[in-house]
């Protein structure tokens, strides 16, 4: 049986973490309280929300299958989970920024009080995220 190179094997599990994150999704949405920015009718009744989750597992069992195909010695995780919240909070920090007077205004006529008072809860936002970030900066071992 052949194999795949590296690059296409990075390839297959960039698809498949695409793949998990739909689950993920799925999975919000099926919960009784929904995302506050998504406007969904909650008409998943309890056996289909059963089913879902049964969909879920069974689909990521066999995520797990190809990527034991792909890697069968498992690499030792690496990545910090610190430092992978961290780097989505930035994320999130920076796509505040993107709110800008230009972009909005980019969008039709901007109300400058609108922009005011839209400007102060994005600033709490990002006040609250930087200083979730700072909780989470690792600890400073001396050698700094």
Not at 66 to 92: K, V
Not at 113 to 120: G, I, K, P, S, V
Request: net charge negative.
């Amino acid at each position: 049986m052949g194999e795949l190179n590296e690059s296409q094997k990075r390839y297959v599990s960039s698809v498949l973490s695409e793949i998990n994150h739909y689950l993920e999704n799925i999975e919000g949405l099926t919960r009784a309280q929904h995302s506050l920015l998504h406007v969904v009718k909650d008409d998943i009744s309890i056996v289909e929300r059963a089913e879902l989750a049964a969909f879920s597992r069974a689909l990521r069992s066999e995520i797990e299958k190809i990527m034991d195909g792909l890697y069968p010695q498992h690499a030792e995780a690496t990545i910090s989970a610190r430092w992978s919240i961290g780097t989505n909070l930035e994320f999130a920090n920076v796509e505040c920024l993107e709110l800008t007077r230009s972009k909005l205004a980019g969008y039709g006529p901007l109300d400058e009080q609108a922009f005011q008072d839209l400007t102060l809860r994005i600033n709490r936002l990002r006040q609250k995220i930087e200083l979730q970030m700072a909780r989470l900066a690792p600890p400073d071992d001396g050698n700094g």
